[in-house]
Every structure is written in structure tokens, then in C-alpha cells.
């Protein structure tokens, strides 16, 4: 954890980008949040959650394929510790949220037992002993990392992940953090913030606008592990005509090259995130 400026903290985070392929095209997996959530209540969200002290525990270093420091190095993190809990605050809350679980277990392993043991605030370390879990740190592809604007309440360091829903595996919600789940086309799941039907944030929408462009999952992971993952701080701009999100590249953001592509601005119009045109620096 770290803290802007003012002392407000950044919290560390994880949030996997579940895809499976389906007729000529991919769905990736959504969650309901609670209305009542303190955080993006109501939103549809990728699973994902903060990052908990223990997912850096040195007994994890056992149940990761790669030496921590190797881990911490593909993802592009400062230090090991950093690296090794940032995977496994991701596996744990896809697990959690949405009963997926991205490790190997022993054979007569109990998944749902174990996602109800976790519910009830049982150690995922522990857990990880009882199932002899092991987790494969290739199945989850960096795809960016995008820090909460310094006016949000509450800030967060996110990092997401992109990985396909391991065979024989169902995603479900968990009932209490989040009130119900949808597999949705990337492009569906805009039109529908369009028409209202759905809140998303704007990490969604964007990566929603670059998942729209594929057509199988494969194509998808080649894509992110081709580039560096980019780093999105977006700045929160008011004006006369009202305000905007700005992002890097925008002149109105401090960082003159664009990480992303598409428009560098967004504005939140009658429900729905849509991109403005992007001006000449």
C-alpha cells in the first residue's frame, strides 16, 4: 500500500478478466456488486479485490510455479513480495467472487466446500494446503494496471489479469459481495451501459472496447503478452462545460504519451461512459 499526496492511501489490488470462447466469439465473466458495496455498489465488475498482507506469506512461495523473484519480474512489479501477492490476491478473490479457481488441486479436492470454508474466513494458505493446491502463474496474462483519480473516496492500485475458464469449472456470484453474474460479449456488455441496463466503470469500459476486437481468447492473451503492461493514472479535469475523465496522452494529462489506444478522454453522459474526441496536444 502506498498513499497519494495528501495521505490518502492507495490500496494494492487484483482483478482477473475471466474469458471463455463461445460460437464465433468470447464472453467474459461479470459480476453484480451489492447496491449497498462501499465501493462501485450497484456496477458490474470483472472478480477481483484488494490485496490481503497474507497473499505475500512466505508459504506461498512453495505453491507458485516460478521463484518469487522470477514472478515479481514477468509482472513487472519491484519486488518479489509484491509480485507473489498481487497473484495471489487474484487467484483468491476469483475464487471467492466467483468460485473459479485458476490452480491444480488434488484429485478428490471439494471446491465448493473450500469456497464456503473461505466465505467463513478460513486462510486461503490453509486452504491451499488442504486442496495441495498449486498455482500456475502462465495462466494468468498481465494485461494493464490502471491507479483510482485522487478524487475518488477511496483509492486503489489495480492490476488485471486476463485468463480462460479452466475446463470443467463453473462461474457463479457469491451472493453476498455481489448479487448476481452474467457471461457477456464484450461488445453486448457496452451496448448495454449505453441503454442503461448496466453500470460499468471506466477500466471496464475500455477493456470491453479492446476485448470487442477479437474473436478467441488465444488472440486475446498474444495480444497482452506482446507489450508491456500500461500503466493508466486517469485525471479527473472540470471546466465551463462540465468535467471530464483525462488520460494519458490527453493535453490535459501530466503524461504526454498515450498508454492506450482509442480516445484519451471520456466523459460519464446520461448513465453511460463514452468517449470524447481526443484533442492535438
Known amino acids: ?31 453484480c456488486r451489492h447496491q449497498q458495496s462501499g465501493f462501485m455498489g450497484g456496477a458490474h465488475v470483472f472478480p477481483g479485490g484488494k490485496v490481503d498482507p497474507s497473499d505475500s506469506a512466505a508459504g506461498w512461495i512453495d505453491r507458485v510455479d516460478q521463484a518469487a523473484e522470477c514472478l515479481s519480474q514477468a509482472l513487472g512489479e519491484a519486488d518479489a513480495e509484491s509480485g507473489l501477492g498481487l497473484l495471489v490476491a487474484a487467484v483468491r478473490e476469483t475464487f471467492e467472487e466467483a468460485g473459479v479457481l485458476f490452480a491444480t488441486t488434488a484429485p478428490n479436492a471439494d471446491l465448493p466446500q473450500a469456497r464456503g470454508q473461505l466465505h467463513r474466513g478460513d486462510s486461503f494458505l490453509e486452504l491451499a494446503s488442504q486442496l495441495d493446491m498449486k498455482i500456475d502463474s502462465t495462466v494468468l496474462t498481465p494485461y494493464a494496471r490502471w491507479v483510482t483519480p485522487k478524487m475518488e473516496s ?128
Open 1 to 31: 500500500m502506498s498513499a497519494d499526496a495528501a495521505g490518502k492511501p492507495i490500496e494494492d489490488a487484483s482483478t482477473v478478466i475471466v474469458l471463455r470462447e463461445i460460437g464465433a466469439g468470447i464472453e467474459t465473466f461479470m459480476l
Open 154 to 281: 477511496r483509492r486503489f492500485d489495480t492490476r488485471f489479469y486476463i485468463a480462460v475458464l479452466p475446463e470443467g469449472q463453473r462461474a457463479s456470484h457469491d451472493g453476498t459481495e455481489t448479487t448476481s453474474a452474467v457471461w457477456l460479449r464484450p461488445a453486448n456488455a457496452i451496448d448495454e451501459m449505453s441503454a442503461g441496463q448496466i453500470k460499468l466503470a471506466p477500466p471496464t469500459v475500455r477493456t470491453l472496447q479492446w476485448l470487442a476486437d477479437f474473436n478467441d481468447a488465444e488472440a486475446v492473451i498474444a495480444e497482452a503478452r506482446s507489450r508491456k503492461p500500461p500503466l493508466v493514472r486517469p485525471r479527473i479535469v472540470s471546466g465551463d462545460s462540465g468535467w471530464f475523465l483525462a488520460l494519458p496522452g490527453d493535453p490535459e494529462h501530466p503524461e504526454d504519451d498515450a498508454v492506450l489506444p482509442g480516445a484519451t478522454r471520456m466523459v460519464f453522459d446520461d448513465g453511460a461512459w463514452r468517449d470524447l474526441p481526443s484533442p492535438v496536444r
